[in-house]
């Protein structure tokens, strides 16, 4: 047996001054430099990534990117590549978010492209997935998931292997943010759903070691039961994640 380390992880968005996020960050780092046995992680946005980086000095928080380009240089206008984001500190990226898929038309033809990316650079991507209301309400929801995992992970398919440090969150696009959060059973029945999905693809053993994060509307208050469940193996949090009080008793679960 492989034993998961838990991760909490937090998604900043476009929030925070360079100020307010080195606050942040200290308020982070000394709420938890007790505790062991959890990862934690931070994705704030490309402009504070350097400011972090120096701000969480010798703590052991990870530093991810909420994006990339799956081109290492060249003319992409406004982009960054994931040589950069590594460069500036980052060893984990952000994928595929549902904000980034539904906002600004990521397909997972071009997930794939980042994650292969990635994993070229040995950054650790952070594959989001999920489905709407009207997907869940419609009986879609592992079919929307399967088809998320086959497009987004073809060339971890292709090339029969799946890096088992590779992280997966599982975010129904209707809890983001909206204070709905999924059940823990409903939680549960889709990161078994997405574990056997794993099982199925990769070489024996990757399942049991590859992360499952969930993501939408965690807090305080649901994230231990959430973490009771054997295939949730963290969280990835948005809002909560943007004040230490809020975060550090997630973290403290
Ligand atoms: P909320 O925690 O604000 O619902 O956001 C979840 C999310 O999108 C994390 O990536």
Redesign the pocket.
Known sequence: MFERRPLI?G?W?MNLSIKDAVALIDGIAAGINDIEGVDVLV?PPFTTIASIRKAIGNSKIFLAAQNMHNEMSGAFTGEVSGRMIQEAGCTHV?LG???RRALFHETSQVIDLKVKAAAVLGLIPIV?IGETLEERESGKTFDVIRQQLDESLMNFIVDQLMLPSTIL?Y?PVW?????K?ATPDQAQEVHGFIRNWIEKTFKTGTANQVRILY?????ADNIAELMAKPDIDGA??????LKAESFVPIIRF
């Open positions: 992880a998604n968005k994705a952000i978010h549902s904000e989001c969150a975010e809890a983001i943010g909206t204070g959060t993501g939408g509307s965690v807090k990835l949090v948005g809002g909560a994640s």
